[in-house]
């Protein structure tokens, strides 16, 4: 069985700046567990999925993706998930919602998977320090990104099917919105 989950991902420009700034709080801050993915907004949780299967995977998801036509998300603000996350706050659209919620249940009945709370819960979000966020830095830490103003938005017009390989996360496939 592998890891899978599946994200929307931020054009190469943005994907960079996001990356830049993750290396940034690497380096000033200690945080590193944020780097071992692309900048995204998580779709659908990690999932485990038989890697023999992975054809059927990318089949089934092209199907349901092929019925979803494409939107655009703004990306601006920091957000924080207890003191636990920090992530940039996601402008989601109705459409984006309904994606996601009808992925849920697709999911579940079309591929099996067992829903996450997180796919009940669902808070587009795009997260930068985590996991190894030490509380002595979480406000120094917040009030650095909020300095950095960061705030872009772009036109989903794909979403990305990603796995976990030694640890890190790789985008393998892409899924078409309708324009």
């Known amino acids: ?24 709080i690497h380096e000033k801050f200690g945080c590193k567990y944020a ?29 349901y993706f092929s ?6 998300i703004g990306i601006n603000q920091v957000g924080t ?11 989601a ?9 009808g992925l849920k249940t697709y999911c579940q009945r079309e591929l099996h998977l067992l829903p996450e709370l997180s796919d009940r819960n669902y808070h587009p979000h795009m997260t930068v320090a985590f996991k190894d966020l030490k509380a002595s830095y979480f406000d120094d830490l917040v009030r650095f990104l909020k300095l950095q103003k960061v705030g872009f938005s772009f036109d ?6 990603l796995r976990k390989a030694q640890g890190i996360w790789e985008p393998i496939h892409e899924f078409a919105l309708l324009e």
């Open 35 to 63: 780097r071992k993915s692309p900048a995204h907004v998580t779709l659908k949780m990690p999932f485990s999925f038989s890697a023999k299967r992975e054809e059927h995977l990318k089949e089934s998801l092209t199907s």
């Open 93 to 101: 659209p109705q459409a984006m919602i309904d994606i996601q919620a």
């Open 1 to 24: 069985m592998d890891k899978y989950f599946l994200a929307v991902l931020p054009p190469a420009v943005y994907l960079d700046q996001v990356e830049e700034l993750k290396r940034v």
């Open 81 to 91: 998930f207890g003191r636990r996350v920090i992530y940039l706050k996601v402008n």
């Open 67 to 72: 019925t979803h036509h494409s939107f655009r």
């Open 156 to 161: 989903v017009d794909r979403v990305f099917l």
